[in-house]
């Protein structure tokens, strides 16, 4: 028999769980699934702070509300002398329980004096 056939056959007997919500439709859905994911910009900010130190926290939701996957910006004295794996380690130490919950998770971390020299005027 050809491989092909047996694979066919097997995606014909696949089925879809209409119950299963893996990503949301509308705006009222994503604020739902951050809601319930109790993963948001706000508590992110609040463990970075806490965990690090850190003096400037910018995060974003690049997900459209469901909380899924964060962009942040982080300052902190602790960055201080580490290179750019360092820093990613120490906040993904911190956020280890987010970070499994979550799609994705891009960190920017500056010192504040690399920070001064970067920001937006």
């Known amino acids: 028999m050809d491989p092909r056939h047996k694979l066919y056959k097997q995606l014909d007997?696949?089925?879809v769980d209409p119950t299963n919500k893996m990503s949301a439709r509308t705006d009222t859905e994503a604020?739902?699934?951050?809601a319930n994911s109790g993963i948001t910009p706000d508590a992110i900010k609040q463990k970075l702070q806490a965990g690090l130190g850190a003096t400037h926290v910018e995060i974003e939701d690049m997900s459209g509300g469901c909380g899924q996957m964060f962009e942040a910006i982080i300052v902190s004295p602790q960055f201080a002398k580490k290179t750019t794996l360092a820093r990613h380690r120490?906040?993904?130490?911190v956020l280890k329980e987010e970070i499994a919950a979550i799609h994705a998770w891009t960190p920017k971390c500056h010192t504040l004096e690399e920070w001064e020299k970067k920001k937006p005027a």
């Open 13 to 15: 007997n696949l089925t």
């Open 90 to 93: 120490l906040v993904n130490g």
């Open 31 to 34: 604020a739902q699934t951050a």
